[in-house]
């Protein structure tokens, strides 16, 4: 049988701030929810210290040693939010059932846990927390976040629009996440590549509940990138495209040239200068893009994901 044991795992760089409230309405949901008997009573709240430099790991400390419900793992130097998000969620795959993965800073509305765990205990592997609207958002996050989703999806990345990285996940859904290997890891658009029963639950994302953001633009944009150069082998397809057409304009020229030299109208070396360039440029381009293709191949070699996830076999034993 199922024990039902659900791990929060909330990643915390310099949230000394924020701590004391978040782990005091985290250990409200988590008790309330053992009440009602939806989750067992070895449930936590695992915080993963990402190397601060404030007193955010004695807090996480002293929180352990006055609860058990608060458990703790200390990065050894600042890791970035994925990593750190990963490395607790991989700490809670042996010792929960599922897990929740949850920002410090109570902008993700503690009061969705309840709905996870319903599409959970309903048979849902993974449940993605979306937000239904962005009204505290500044215009420039929103303006900004909200066009990342966009260009990752023409880019080919399936990422769940207006999801951050609140969600649940049960443990096979965890053990699929463990077989991507690949160091730039970006889970937002890794998890929905492992199937399974997969459901939305909507909340209204708050402020900050204090401290400020550890997502200045400069690491935003870089987080962008991350996500379409570790996803997506489009732009290397887009330079095959590019080559392509310049090639294509080059023929263009040539014909044209010829019309005007037929004509008459072109100083001797115009019309052979004119169709090299195009024409050199479009097969370098080309070229460049054949190359890119290969060099996307190795990269996507070189994460060795794993290519199925099986989700049940029928077969009887002997
Ligand atoms: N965070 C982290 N390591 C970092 C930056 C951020 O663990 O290097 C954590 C941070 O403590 C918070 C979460 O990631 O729990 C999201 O960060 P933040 O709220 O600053 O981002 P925003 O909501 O502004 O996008
Ligand atoms: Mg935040």
Redesign the pocket.
Known sequence: MRENTLYVV??????EEVLPETSRRLKDKLTALMGAGKISEKSRVLF?N??SRDRTWELISQLHAQNPIFSGVDLTR????QN??LAGLMTAKDRCDMAIS????L?DDVDAVDGMVDKYLEGCDIVYGVRSSRKTDTFF?RFTAEGFYRVMNALGAETVFNH??YRLMSKRALEGLAQFKEVNLFLRGVVPMIGYRTDVVEYERGE?FA?????PLK??LAFAMEGITSLSTKPIRFITGLGFFIFLVSILMLIYSIVRWANGETVIGWASVICSVWAIGGLILLSLGVIGEYVGKIYLESKGRPRFLIREVLDHEG
């Not at 909330?10 to 949230?15: A, D, G, I, K, T």
């Not at 600042?78 to 939010?81: E, L, Q, T, V, Y």
């Not at 949850?102 to 800073?105: E, I, S, V």
Request: overall charge negative; hydrophobic content about 25%; charged content about 35%.
């Open positions: 909330v990643p915390c760089y310099n949230e993963v990402d190397g600042n890791r970035g939010h750190a998000l949850m920002d410090a800073d902008q996050k951050a990285d900050r401290g400020e953001s550890k997502y690491k935003m």
